[in-house]
């Protein structure tokens, strides 16, 4: 179940029509730095797991 072209091109539309087309690229610059920032935070989590299974192994020695 995803998206296809017919409904992108209607987003696309209604998000040019609230936004207008100036502030497009700032929003998508906007989008794309916190997807980035979320990938990040998502990879730090995992290796605090890391870091705690280590210190357990340590630990149980």
């Known amino acids: 179940m995803g ?3 017919g409904e992108s ?3 696309l539309a209604v998000v040019l029509l ?7 690229p ?11 920032n979320f990938k990040k935070g998502m ?3 995992d290796d605090s797991k890391k ?4 210190d357990e192994k340590k630990i149980s020695k």
Do not use: C, H, N, Y
């Open 3 to 5: 998206f296809g072209v």
């Open 51 to 54: 870091d705690d299974k280590e």
């Open 9 to 11: 091109l209607v987003i």
């Open 26 to 36: 700032q929003l998508g610059s906007s989008l794309g730095k916190a997807i980035q």
């Open 43 to 45: 990879d730090d989590g």
């Open 18 to 24: 609230l936004f207008g087309g100036k502030r497009l």
